[in-house]
């Protein structure tokens, strides 16, 4: 079975990585699409509409150009992993579940331990929670040969 598989959340760790290489061990026919991961180009996706003297309105409209991509990667994938880390907040993930959530779409949540609480309610929507890359590859090698 061929997927095409969101991923989503923080961007300081090679959790990405670590699950498109595993998928690619195991042969499996999955697509990967993700938002910008590049801090730097994220912030500046608006800046070609014009500068800004306030960071806000700078970030205003950075969000809304990231949106456009965001909204209809995660609308034409099939299931979307939605990575929490321990160090920043991951508002933007936790949008992207809610997203999820609304549009139907199966999604994985991958956190560790420590931030169940908080995440109870996005955990709660979600078809399974993975503690590790590991873990999300085997899940997605069960949901696309059955294995």
């Known amino acids: 079975m061929s997927l095409t598989v969101y991923l989503s959340g923080e961007i300081?760790?090679?959790?990405?990585?670590?699950i498109i290489q595993g998928a690619e061990q195991h042969g499996l026919q999955l697509t990967f699409t993700s938002a910008v991961t590049d801090?730097?180009?994220s912030d500046a996706a608006g800046d070609v509409l014009g500068a800004e003297s306030q960071g806000f309105w700078r970030d205003h409209k950075s969000a809304k150009v990231n949106a456009i991509r965001t909204k209809t990667l995660l609308e034409?994938?099939?299931?979307?992993?939605?990575?929490?880390?321990?160090?920043?907040?991951?508002?933007n993930a936790a949008f992207d579940a809610g997203y999820c959530a609304a549009l139907g779409k199966p999604?994985?949540?991958l956190h560790g331990a420590e931030i169940v609480h908080p995440l109870k309610e996005v955990d709660g929507a979600a078809m399974a929670w993975a503690q590790s890359p590991e873990q999300v590859v085997e899940l997605l090698k069960y949901v696309a040969s059955g294995q």
């Open 12 to 18: 300081h760790t090679d959790w990405r990585q670590q």
């Open 39 to 41: 801090h730097a180009s």
């Open 76 to 91: 034409k994938c099939d299931l979307a992993i939605i990575r929490f880390g321990e160090q920043y907040k991951q508002w």
């Open 107 to 109: 999604y994985i949540t």
